[in-house]
Nanobody
Framework: QVQLVESGGGLVQAGGSLRLSCAAS????????MGWFRQAPGKEREFVAA???????YYAGALQGRFTISRDNDKNTVYLQMNSLKPEDTAVYYC???????????????????WGQGTQVTVSS
């Protein structure tokens, strides 16, 4: 089992920044690939970014350049730095830990076996 707790969401004006954190426990974090997804009201959950156990990073094309994913294995934490935020970035953001029993197709929700409770990000215009 893996427990994930997100934090750092909130209300920010367009053009502002937020940094989300996701603290993990219950599994060797350094060997776990992690991802961030988001879900806006009435929409499907969509891939935002992922980071492999070795530090390789992957982004949704439209978000690359504004969002940065990173990890601190000493703190068992993955981060999502979000800059130049837009109203369309408003969503609940979820972190996820990979399912070690399936191949890591990072942009698919099925690649992840454990999810946090989500943190709300609201960007006002």
């Amino acid at each position: 089992q893996v427990q994930l707790v997100e934090s750092g969401g909130g209300l920010v004006q367009a053009g502002g920044s937020l940094r989300l954190s996701c603290a993990a426990s219950g599994r060797t974090f350094s060997s776990t690939a992690m991802g961030w997804f988001r879900q806006a009201p009435g929409k499907e959950r969509e891939f935002v970014a992922a980071i492999s156990w070795s530090g390789g990073t992957y982004y949704a094309g439209a978000l690359q350049g504004r969002f940065t994913i990173s990890r601190d294995n000493d703190k068992n934490t993955v981060y999502l730095q979000m800059n130049s935020l837009k109203p369309e970035d408003t969503a609940v953001y979820y972190c996820a830990a990979d399912n070690p029993n399936v191949s890591f197709t990072y942009y698919l929700t099925t690649a992840y076996g454990f999810w946090g409770q989500g943190t709300q990000v609201t960007v006002s215009s």
